[in-house]
């Protein structure tokens, strides 16, 4: 629909209003005083038609017609007026401006009846085709000793009432003209005094529209206006109130939301996603902007996470189960789902939340699997000792050479038993120090750590006749646990002789580099498959477990190697080819400043 401004609506009534009351106020005054100078006119006429009548009565009696159309034109010359004389049977006696005095026979004019009948003087305007004017008549009986001879009739020209109204009218149309304009002037001004704050509230309401809540809308003069500018200002003020409180809450559950560890993905009934917070983007590998509104469908192609948000709709949940993501590694995510209802309680949508237990799950393994390996490595030593125990005790045994054999290897599976014990305990000691955090570290030389575990393994070395060489320099210092930095050495010194063939050569080595001290164990024996190296450092995994098995192994030394590293807040890393050796490096950080203090591990 087309609309029309307010202005046009209001200026235009209000224009029309003024003129027609302007115009009706200029008809009736014309008129009123057209009719107030009629009326005078005919009082005059009247006056004059009573005047004239005694002057005609000698002439009209003696019959001296000729003399009566004389006396007509004298008096018309004297006052204006068309003068006639009627005898009493209807013929003209005189007439002022005609010569034909007693000719007409015409019907009688109303008023010259009424007169003739004695009643009231009568008045008739009519048009005069003659004088070719309006013209006003009346007539008067004319009396003599009480009978009447004739009627005078008087007829005046109308003419100057018409010229006087006209003149008015010019003045009212000059008056009016200048009036109408005023009323223009004025109704536009007025109109504009109304619409004006109307217009600025319009503004201040599109201000407000446009998320301008802190611009206020001015108040107008008039109270109304000024009532509903308030009215409008305090509506702003609260909704600017409510919008800030709404925004500093979204912003605050977008900050709880975006930090949380847990991966969290809200949809509504139509499986749309309307919320997802940075970790589950990150989980299932999308671009946060783009699933935002998206169907889960498509957004997140995960079947399981799908079957889980259907289930919830359906059942209204809450529904946990277990979700599987092949990216690059296998991630395993604990999904709990529940309903979500708005504030009538009705079910609006479905929120998951996701927790990575992939660490947990393989602590878990790693733990049961530990449990598995401690209960089997302990139960090989405890089932031979008792079987050779049991042998010796039905006394099937007599010769004491077999005896002592069997003692023997009862006394091997024993040292073995403690052997594995001692590891154990090792490493649950270095683990809870780690856990703790608590180790003593100390700004020391790194090179008599190295000769230390050198020397403690050379009767091992001997036996297999390999020289275990020593590259470091003496100023070297790293911050070190020694004794526990010592065992660490051991180990990895004893793995090197171990797995290397008679005659061969180990490089105990250490330097310093740009980020770390490194310090190295190399040796040229057997090597260790690629495929073994991600698990070489798990407690009691072996590569090969016979000659682990032979050569006195536990399958623990290099998880307490891991451990000592971690303790010195390094790590432990390996390079090995099969065939041709292998080398395992500790990596240290390097010393910041002087003197003992409490490392703090995890904390
Ligand atoms: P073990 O007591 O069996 O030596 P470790 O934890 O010290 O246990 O070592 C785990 C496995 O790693 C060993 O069983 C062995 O197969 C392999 N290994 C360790 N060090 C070496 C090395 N220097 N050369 C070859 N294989 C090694």
Redesign the pocket.
């Known amino acids: 629909m087309l609309r029309q401004r307010l202005i046009w609506q209001l200026f235009p009534a209000f224009l029309l209003i003024a003129l027609t009351a302007l115009v009706a106020a200029a008809l009736f005054i014309t008129q009123a005083v057209r009719s107030h100078l009629l009326t005078q006119f005919e009082q005059d006429l009247a006056a004059r038609a009573l005047l004239l009548a005694p002057q005609f009565d000698d002439h009209l009696a003696s019959g001296d017609y000729t003399e009566v159309n004389a006396l007509c034109g004298l008096l018309d010359a004297a006052t204006e007026a068309h003068i006639m004389v009627y005898r009493m049977d209807g013929s003209i006696a005189g007439d002022s401006r005609s010569d034909e005095g007693g000719a007409s026979t015409q019907a009688l004019p109303p008023e010259v009846l009424t007169a003739k009948n004695g009643t009231d003087m009568a008045f008739s305007e009519r048009e005069n085709r003659r004088e070719g004017q309006t013209m006003l008549y009346t007539a008067y009986p004319i009396m003599r000793d009480g009978a009447m001879l004739g009627v005078v009739r008087v007829g005046q020209s109308l003419a100057p009432i018409s010229r006087a109204v006209q003149a008015m009218y010019f003045w009212l149309l000059i008056g009016g003209t200048l009036v109408a304009a005023g009323v223009a002037v004025v109704s536009w001004r007025v109109s504009h005094r109304i619409i004006h704050p109307i217009e600025q509230m319009k503004q201040g309401a599109i201000r407000f529209a446009s998320g301008k809540l802190d611009m206020p809308v001015a108040l107008p003069e008039a109270q109304e206006m000024a009532e509903l500018a308030e009215a409008m200002n305090t509506m702003a003020r609260q909704l600017d109130d409510r919008i800030r409180t709404a925004v500093e809450q979204r912003n605050e559950q977008e900050a709880i939301l975006s930090s949380m560890v847990e991966g969290v993905v809200a949809v509504n009934r139509q499986q749309h996603i309307f919320s997802m917070n940075r970790a589950a983007t990150r989980l299932f590998e999308v671009d946060p902007e783009r699933v935002q509104g998206k169907s889960i469908h498509f957004a997140i192609r995960n079947s399981r996470l799908i079957e889980i948000i259907g289930e919830t709709l359906k059942s209204g949940g809450p529904v946990s189960a277990e979700i599987q993501l092949h990216k690059e590694r296998e991630v395993l995510l604990q999904a709990h789902a529940a309903g979500l209802k708005n504030a009538a309680g009705e079910p609006i949508g479905v929120v998951v939340v996701l927790n990575d237990v992939t660490d947990l799950r393989r602590l878990e393994r790693i733990r049961s699997d530990f449990v598995a390996n401690v209960s089997h490595e302990l139960k090989t030593p405890i089932t031979s000792i008792k079987g050779f125990v049991e042998t010796m005790l039905d006394g099937s045994v007599d010769n004491p050479e077999d005896t002592r054999r069997f003692l023997g290897i009862v006394a091997k599976q024993a040292d073995r038993l403690h052997t594995i014990i001692e ?1 154990l305990l090792t490493l649950s000691r270095i683990e809870r120090e780690e856990e703790v955090g608590e180790s003593y570290l100390s700004e020391g030389a790194v090179r008599p750590v190295l000769e230390g575990a050198v020397q403690i393994c050379g009767a091992a070395a001997d036996s297999k006749d390999i020289r275990v060489a020593i590259s470091c320099a003496d100023t070297l210092r790293a911050r070190i646990n020694a004794p526990l930095l010592e065992q660490g050495l051991i ?2 010194i ?3 002789i ?3 063939d008679a005659g061969g050569e180990v490089q105990v080595s250490a330097e310093e580099r740009n980020d770390d001290v490194r310090i190295r ?1 190399s ?1 040229r ?4 498959p690629g495929e ?1 190296l991600p698990r ?2 798990e ?7 016979a ?3 032979a ?11 891991k451990h000592i590293a971690h303790t010195h807040g390094g790590r432990i890393t ?1 390079e ?1 080819r099969p065939g041709e ?2 080398t ?1 490096t500790m990596h240290l950080p390097k010393p910041k400043s002087a003197g003992p203090e409490l490392r703090i591990i995890n904390g």
Do not use: P
């Open positions: 590891d180990n990895l004893d793995n090197a171990k797995y290397s164990v040796d024996g057997c090597g260790i073994h070489l450092f407690r009691f995994y072996r590569v090969d477990k000659r682990s098995r050569a006195g192994g536990t399958g623990l030394g290099l998880a307490i190697v390996v090995s050796g292998s395992f």
